[in-house]
């Protein structure tokens, strides 16, 4: 049983509505039992309750991520971090530094690479990595998590298939770097079973670490499947261990697993195309700088509509990945024939990434009811928020109109709810707020309280846990963000900047004293 504790003095966003706010709540037993003015909860105060006294700071809901990938978010931050080399060179240096700090035959781990960013504009191949470290298996893994490279050593312990779609060849051989599909079908599950269970847990609790650290509470762990093996099991199993609150999606069109699990819900990046970046993403007209190339489906149509099909049926909510127009077709077909199969009211089916959907695709998924996830934070990271300068080399000028388009999913009544795809953008809700409201396009901006409402109100919704959370009110869990500033008084360009100083989950605070320096 919790102790009851009264917050006063604070400015407290409900977003139960636009322009709702508070001065003070109560708390008791994990959950809102009141929330009104100072006056309101005076005579608890009187009573000697608990007090805290916020001091005039912002109280929001507590954050969600809709979209992230907590096992290769751990993965990632605990391999060596390659997001700020210059060069090939550099590259090389760090993994050699690695390879002599670790046992011999030791995997040595690269993260956060994007071969864009760097002056040879490619991925290192085994030759590269072999001229390092010959003897250690190297694995370097792109920002997207959509492309990879591996040296000789590497290649020999995953025994990859040389016809396997996806791995770049030179003369008949491997040159160690692996794209879409390879690396979804092939890659990720096999590294995923090298990986022993009692370092998956770690991995797993320094990704909630990194998630509690920056407002959010709840995840939305989109794990497991085809690209995980067992990995949502695991997740779920351990999930009171885990500082934040776990929803899990499992990745897989078998349905088995999620109907053992008893899971509402299934897929998440069940990725039927692949990454602009990697130029996988499956496109009607071709890629720019690459005019032969349309991308990638991961899936035939016959498969999609099948796996569609059967979990409508089954009552479950779906999510599937889908970055570019193609693949989105692929997918809103298959869900407005599976519903036509079988209709359902309140399904909340979402469409995973959305990043370049046509016109015609927005009025359809209104009309069948479809939701989206998205990831604004794509923007400053890939896309370029100046003028999506990044993306206009791979789409041209044209296609920017329909790139994240926002504003026009809203205004067709489509529910957005936000993520971050971690670990291809870090945990950072307000970050992601910051690039919603700031979209370089500025016919696709929302307002401020539509942005916090995809990290906040309709996440809940989106898992159908709107009882529960998303917005502080009666009843609702005592999960709340403590902000060192309101983000309705600051610069929409200094959203960003705002400090996490407290979080509550079931009216615990969670974080040290000192996080406001965080």
Same mark, same amino acid.
């Given at each position: 049983?919790?102790?009851? #504790?009264?917050?006063?003095?604070?400015?407290?966003?409900?977003?139960?509505?636009?322009?709702?706010?508070?001065?003070?709540?109560?708390?008791?037993?994990?959950?809102?039992?009141?929330?009104?003015?100072?006056?309101?909860?005076?005579?608890?105060?009187?009573?000697?309750?608990?007090?805290?006294?916020?001091?005039?700071?912002?109280?929001?809901?507590?954050?969600?991520?809709?979209?992230?990938?907590?096992?290769?978010?751990?993965?990632?931050?605990?391999?060596?971090?390659? +997001?700020?080399?210059?060069?090939?060179?550099?590259?090389?240096?760090?993994?050699?530094?690695?390879?002599?700090?670790?046992?011999?035959?030791?995997?040595?781990?690269?993260?956060?690479?994007?071969?864009?960013?760097?002056?040879?504009?490619?991925?290192?191949?085994?030759?590269?990595?072999?001229?390092?470290?010959?003897?250690?298996?190297?694995?370097?893994?792109?920002?997207?998590?959509?492309?990879?490279?591996?040296?000789?050593?590497?290649?020999?312990?995953?025994?990859?298939?040389?016809?396997?779609?996806?791995?770049?060849?030179?003369?008949?051989?491997?040159?160690?770097?692996? @794209?879409?599909?390879? *690396?979804?079908?092939?890659?990720?599950?096999?590294?995923?079973?090298?990986?022993?269970?009692?370092?998956?847990?770690?991995? #797993?609790?320094?990704?909630?670490?990194?998630?509690?650290?920056?407002?959010?509470?709840?995840?939305?762990?989109?794990?497991?499947?085809?690209?995980?093996?067992?990995?949502? @099991?695991?997740?779920?199993?351990? @999930?009171?261990?885990?500082?934040?609150?776990?929803?899990?999606?499992?990745?897989?069109?078998?349905?088995?697993?999620?109907?053992?699990?008893?899971?509402?819900?299934?897929?998440?990046?069940?990725?039927?195309?692949?990454?602009?970046?990697?130029?996988?993403?499956?496109?009607?007209?071709?890629?720019?700088?690459?005019? +032969?190339?349309?991308?990638?489906?991961?899936?035939?149509?016959?498969?999609?509509?099948?796996?569609?099909?059967?979990?409508?049926?089954?009552?479950?909510? *779906?999510?599937?990945?889908?970055?570019?127009?193609?693949?989105?077709?692929?997918?809103?077909?298959?869900?407005?024939?599976?519903?036509?199969?079988?209709?359902?009211?309140?399904?909340?089916?979402?469409?995973?990434?959305?990043?370049?959907?046509?016109?015609?695709?927005?009025?359809?998924?209104?009309?069948?009811?479809?939701?989206?996830?998205?990831?604004?934070?794509?923007?400053?990271?890939?896309?370029?928020?100046?003028?999506?300068?990044?993306?206009?080399?791979? #789409?041209?000028?044209? @296609?920017?109109?329909?790139?994240?388009?926002?504003?026009? *999913?809203?205004?067709?009544?489509?529910?957005?709810?936000?993520?971050?795809?971690?670990?291809?953008?870090?945990?950072?809700?307000?970050?992601?707020?910051?690039?919603?409201?700031?979209?370089?396009?500025?016919?696709?901006?929302?307002?401020?309280?539509?942005? #916090?409402?995809?990290?906040?109100?309709?996440?809940?919704?989106?898992?159908?846990?709107?009882?529960?959370?998303?917005?502080?009110?009666?009843?609702?869990?005592?999960?709340?963000?403590?902000?060192?500033? +309101?983000?309705?008084?600051? +610069?929409?360009?200094?959203?960003?900047?705002?400090?996490?100083?407290?979080?509550?989950?079931?009216?615990?605070?969670?974080?040290?004293?000192?996080?406001?320096?965080?």
């Amino acid at each position: 049983m919790n102790e009851q #504790l009264v917050m006063m003095n604070g400015n407290i966003i409900t977003m139960s509505s636009e322009g709702s706010r508070a001065q003070a709540l109560v708390f008791e037993n994990g959950r809102i039992v009141m929330v009104g003015s100072n006056a309101d909860v005076q005579s608890l105060v009187d009573q000697g309750g608990s007090v805290l006294d916020l001091k005039g700071k912002t109280i929001l809901p507590g954050f969600i991520d809709t979209h992230e990938h907590m096992m290769l978010t751990g993965f990632m931050a605990a391999a060596v971090h390659l +997001d700020d080399v210059k060069n090939l060179e550099e590259i090389l240096e760090r993994i050699s530094e690695e390879t002599g700090q670790s046992g011999k035959e030791s995997w040595i781990l690269g993260s956060y690479l994007n071969e864009q960013n760097i002056a040879e504009k490619r991925m290192p191949t085994r030759v590269d990595l072999d001229r390092v470290c010959p003897d250690n298996p190297v694995f370097l893994l792109h920002a997207t998590g959509h492309m990879c490279s591996f040296n000789s050593k590497a290649l020999e312990i995953i025994n990859v298939p040389l016809n396997l779609e996806g791995v770049d060849m030179e003369s008949g051989q491997p040159t160690g770097v692996i @794209r879409d599909p390879g *690396i979804l079908t092939f890659v990720h599950p096999t590294m995923g079973k090298l990986t022993p269970e009692e370092e998956k847990i770690e991995f #797993l609790q320094v990704a909630a670490r990194m998630a509690l650290d920056k407002g959010i509470t709840t995840l939305h762990a989109l794990d497991g499947g085809d690209l995980g093996p067992g990995d949502t @099991r695991v997740i779920w199993a351990n @999930r009171d261990k885990f500082p934040v609150r776990i929803v899990c999606y499992n990745q897989s069109m078998d349905l088995s697993e999620v109907e053992e699990l008893e899971f509402p819900r299934v897929g998440g990046c069940i990725c039927a195309d692949g990454a602009f970046e990697a130029h996988t993403a499956a496109l009607f007209e071709p890629y720019v700088d690459e005019p +032969d190339n349309y991308g990638e489906l991961t899936y035939s149509q016959e498969r999609m509509d099948e796996f569609i099909l059967e979990a409508n049926r089954a009552g479950l909510q *779906i999510a599937v990945h889908c970055e570019s127009d193609r693949s989105i077709e692929q997918v809103l077909w298959a869900m407005e024939k599976a519903l036509r199969d079988f209709p359902r009211v309140d399904h909340r089916h979402r469409i995973e990434h959305l990043e370049l959907p046509t016109f015609n695709q927005i009025e359809r998924m209104a009309k069948a009811g479809i939701m989206t996830g998205m990831q604004p934070a794509f923007i400053p990271a890939f896309i370029g928020q100046e003028n999506m300068e990044l993306y206009e080399t791979l #789409l041209g000028k044209e @296609r920017l109109k329909r790139v994240h388009p926002y504003r026009t *999913i809203l205004d067709h009544g489509i529910p957005i709810c936000g993520g971050s795809d971690s670990p291809v953008t870090p945990y950072d809700p307000l970050a992601g707020i910051q690039a919603a409201v700031s979209h370089p396009n500025v016919d696709e901006r929302v307002t401020l309280h539509e942005a #916090l409402e995809m990290f906040t109100k309709t996440a809940a919704w989106s898992a159908f846990e709107e009882k529960e959370k998303g917005t502080i009110g009666l009843g609702k869990l005592a999960d709340l963000v403590v902000l060192s500033d +309101d983000p309705f008084a600051v +610069d929409t360009h200094k959203v960003a900047d705002i400090r996490i100083e407290q979080v509550f989950i079931g009216g615990q605070p969670q974080l040290s004293e000192t996080n406001g320096d965080n």
